[in-house]
């Protein structure tokens, strides 16, 4: 009886397995090569991708490309022009040169910044406009500095301004200070002023700045600086003609400061509730 030899059968069976394997293999990594391909594709296109990874099954990658927009801020308006003076008010730019005419080709006096060196605002007093070289409006302002009584010109587009409301009148012959408010006379005090050899100077200056001199009684309850200039003055740093109050109220109605205006307590007090910054100061005999 002849025997029946199978194994050959079996290792058919196995071959036409191991080449089903093998093409199915070689199918999957095809198609992942074409993924690896199409996606990173249409991943920076910004759409939809989609992968068979074997029949009957679809993978579908979407992905979306944003846009950021930056909105530019929009310029503040500018200030409105001033028609009504005197007009007081702080600069709209970091800095701004005051010349001596109405012309952006004039010479320059002085740069103005908008913060002091002590770091208050720079207040301004404008006493009137015209139109310039150039077409526009510009403002005539008065520059605290040597020598007193200097004026010069900004263009109306660099201060926002408003008219002021009060003034202060010292009558250094009568020794006295007035205070008006919207036209109105509200106080009437004793000055000491300068003595001989530090007077206390002449004209038309404004209100710089204000403060309560919290550890230096000489000054008072409240003082005032001036956008005036004297020899030597009792004002910290010198040269500044300040208005302030007094701890030796038994002087007033003297010459005997060292340029500046000394006032009583209570006349201190009035100032800080009549004139604010920017307010008018007519010095005069």
């Not at 991943?43 to 992905?63: C, D, F, I, K, R």
């Not at 701004?96 to 208050?120: E, G, L, Q």
């Not at 000491?192 to 038309?204: K, M, N, S, V, Y």
Request: aromatic share 8%; proline share 9%; net charge positive.
């Amino acid at each position: 009886m002849a025997a029946v030899y199978a194994g050959g059968g079996y290792d058919l069976r196995r071959y036409y397995v191991s080449r089903r394997v093998v093409i199915a293999s070689v199918l999957l990594a095809a198609a992942g090569f074409s993924a690896a391909i199409v996606l990173p594709t249409r991943a920076l296109a910004g759409g939809a991708a989609t992968t068979s990874t074997s029949p009957g099954t679809t993978v579908t990658t979407t992905t979306t490309q944003t846009t950021t927009t930056t909105k530019k801020k929009p310029k503040p308006p500018p200030a409105p022009v001033e028609s009504v003076f005197p007009a007081a008010g702080q600069l709209t730019v970091n800095s701004v040169p005051v010349r001596r005419t109405p012309s952006p080709r004039a010479s320059v006096i002085r740069v103005m910044h908008d913060f002091r060196p002590d770091y208050r605002p720079q207040e301004m007093l404008a006493v009137r406009r015209t139109v310039g070289t150039d077409g526009k409006v510009w403002y005539q302002v008065s520059i605290p500095m040597r020598p007193n009584g200097t004026y010069g010109w900004i263009p109306a587009s660099t201060v926002s301004l408003a008219p002021t409301h009060s003034q202060i009148v010292i009558n250094l012959n009568a020794r006295t200070i007035d205070v008006y408010r919207f036209g109105k006379h509200r106080w009437h005090g004793i000055v000491a002023i300068g003595a001989p050899g530090r007077e206390t100077p002449l004209g038309h200056y404004y209100v710089a700045a204000r403060f309560v001199p919290y550890h230096d009684p000489f000054l008072g309850v409240f003082a005032l600086e001036t956008s005036a200039y004297s020899k030597l003055t009792e004002w910290p740093g010198g040269g500044v003609v300040g208005i302030h109050g007094t701890n030796l109220p038994q002087l007033l109605g003297k010459a005997v400061s060292h340029g500046c205006v000394r006032v009583s307590n209570t006349t201190a007090r009035q100032l800080e509730r009549l004139a604010p910054l920017g307010t008018p100061i007519w010095i005069k005999k």
